[in-house]
Antibody, heavy 119, light 109 residues
Framework: EVQLVESGGGLVQPGGSLRLSCAAS????????MHWVRQAPGKGLVWVSR????????SYADSVKGRFTISRDNAKNTLYLQMNSLRAEDTAVYYC????????????WGQGTLVTVSS | SYVLTQPPSVSVAPGKTARITCGGN??????VHWYQQKPGQAPVLVIY???DRPSGIPERFSGSNSGNTATLTISRVEAGDEADYYC????????????FGGGTKLTVL
């Protein structure tokens, strides 16, 4: 059974940092591109970032470029999102998601982890 | 950047057919994926590549895509179909970004 379990969310002050993790199981993690998608409270889904299967290529939404870094450890079957210089508008539930192929549908999602940026 | 437009809400009586639209410039040339999200839960893929259905998704869910509009159709709507629905595509840039519609709240009357 495919499972994606996020962790690392919490309350952080503006300007602070946080690292999210997504532990994957039930599939060959190293074969899949992975993504982060976020959802502000009461709002819609927003794509944040993606990483290719071996971690050599990454991409970011303009809203997080230069502040967030996506990475992965295929030996540990874990995806990460390092978030720096956090702003109030980064407050959201962050989901990790597996994608079919390179630019296909998100076929599996984690349960999400809440990040709250507030003083 | 590419924009997807969905109606904020759609209401339908049980047993009837719900149609949720997703508008975008020449969206018919893109592959559209649809997600269902119930309160407090992660999104679930219900239609992919315009009209394919993942295993476990009822046949009542179908999709189409042509011109400037993609449509998710839910036949014989049930109370359990009440949820938010999002369409999604990849934009056409050299390094594609994911794009989601704003979401549609389906209310079963």
């Amino acid at each position: 059974e495919v499972q994606l379990v996020e962790s690392g969310g919490g309350l952080v002050q503006p300007g602070g940092s946080l690292r999210l993790s997504c532990a994957a199981s039930g599939f060959t993690f190293s074969s899949y591109w992975m993504h982060w998608v976020r959802q502000a409270p009461g709002k819609g889904l927003v794509w944040v970032s993606r990483i290719n299967s071996d971690g050599s290529s990454t991409s970011y939404a303009d809203s997080v470029k230069g502040r967030f870094t996506i990475s992965r450890d295929n030996a540990k079957n874990t995806l990460y999102l390092q978030m720096n210089s956090l702003r109030a508008e980064d407050t959201a539930v962050y989901y990790c998601a597996r994608v079919v192929g390179h630019y296909g549908p998100f076929d599996y999602w984690g349960q999400g982890t809440l990040v709250t940026v507030s003083s | 950047s590419y924009v997807l437009t969905q109606p904020p809400s759609v209401s339908v009586a049980p047993g009837k057919t719900a149609r949720i639209t997703c508008g975008g410039n020449n969206i018919g040339s893109k592959s559209v994926h649809w997600y269902q999200q119930k309160p407090g839960q992660a999104p679930v893929l219900v239609i992919y590549y315009d009209s394919d259905r993942p295993s476990g998704i009822p046949e009542r869910f179908s999709g189409s895509n042509s011109g400037n509009t993609a449509t998710l159709t839910i036949s014989r709507v049930e109370a359990g179909d009440e949820a938010d629905y999002y369409c999604q595509v990849w934009d056409s840039s050299s390094d594609p970004s994911g794009v989601f519609g704003g979401g549609t709240k389906l209310t079963v009357l």
